[in-house]
């Protein structure tokens, strides 16, 4: 676990960048608005596409949707392959220290959150690596009572230590913005003990291949495959999350025709879905591999966008 003091330096240090980001944007206006109602996609760093957004009175607060999956502090540099199948580097993850690297997730935490609408919310996806001390920066710039959840994505995948448990899950955070908050619980089957019916009044019950089971609030653990090998929505990006982990995440909290941001757009699964789904995305990447895999993808999923570049 990083040091409180490493905490503490990087809100401190995040709130200067936020501070001289918020500082320029009276030198940018009077330069053109984004497209009124297009999904777009950034080709730049996540700061200077921030500025643009936060300078843009139809987005500044508007968003209804923050997402982040960002590099998770793990101290390699991830590959994947391009559109000819090399071997490339996808995003560095190695920093100078914990420090600089809670630093760059406290800027986009401010970031979003003045992007986001009072009825919104922000998911961060980590894995425990750093998650317990990006906690803290959130209850810092969010405020703790806005915690909501922590949401366990459990999968399988290849490799275990013989040294520790087999570490198969990442941890994703949930906070809202204020105290009027939309989120529509999902349901998940439970099954009935023995699988039985149980015939009690006002409760409705449902039979499958398995047994009975009445659909309840779903719990805070999901079990949920990771894109395999073969599966068609692979797009060869390190790191890419499967849809239907990003599916469920946008439909608990917002309706069609809502902003959806994510300002590290990787392999594009939250812009992809959001578009599926009736949203409007705003993603952002500066590596070209990222934005090669977005740009193919959305073409193949008939997606329309904007590219923007610096």
């Known amino acids: 676990m990083g040091s409180l003091q490493d905490i503490r330096n990087a809100l401190d240090k995040s709130k200067e ?28 760093d996540n700061k200077a596409a ?32 391009d ?24 800027v986009s935490v ?39 959840n922590e949401v366990i994505w459990s999968y399988k995948s290849g490799g275990a230590s013989k040294k520790s448990f087999a570490r198969k899950h990442d941890n994703i955070l949930l ?22 019916r149980y015939g009690f009044k006002n409760v409705e019950e449902y039979r499958d291949e398995k047994g009975w089971y009445t659909l309840v609030n779903m ?9 395999g090998r073969t599966s068609g929505e692979r797009t060869g990006y390190a790191t890419q999350k499967p849809e239907a982990l990003l599916e469920r995440i946008i439909r608990s909290c917002t309706d069609e025709g809502d902003m959806v941001c994510d300002l590290y757009g990787g ?17 952002v990447d500066s590596s070209d591999m990222a934005i090669e895999k977005m740009e193919n993808r959305f073409k193949k999923e008939n997606i329309e966008f904007v590219l923007i570049k610096e």
């Open 17 to 44: 960048i936020y501070d001289r980001l918020c500082g320029a944007v009276n030198q940018e206006q009077g330069t053109p608005l984004l497209p009124g109602d297009k999904n777009c996609l950034f080709f730049m």
């Open 50 to 81: 921030a500025l643009k957004m936060i300078s843009d009175k139809k987005i500044l607060g508007k968003v209804q949707m923050g997402y982040i999956d960002p590099p998770f502090f793990t101290g390699v540099k991830q590959r994947g392959r």
């Open 83 to 106: 559109e000819k199948r090399q071997l490339k580097v996808a995003y560095s993850d190695v920093w100078k220290s914990r420090e600089d690297y809670l630093t760059e997730i406290a």
């Open 110 to 148: 401010r970031i979003l959150r003045d992007l986001i609408c009072d009825s919104g919310a922000l998911w961060v996806h980590l894995d425990w690596h750093a998650v317990h001390d990006v906690r803290l920066i959130l209850d810092e710039v969010f405020g703790e009572e806005n915690f909501v």
């Open 175 to 196: 906070y809202k913005k204020g105290s009027v908050f939309k989120f529509y619980p999902q349901k998940e089957k439970s099954y009935n003990r023995k699988l039985r």
């Open 219 to 227: 719990k805070d653990v999901w079990a949920i495959d990771m894109v």
């Open 267 to 283: 392999s594009g699964t939250t812009a992809t879905v959001s578009a599926k789904l009736g949203r409007r995305f705003l993603t």
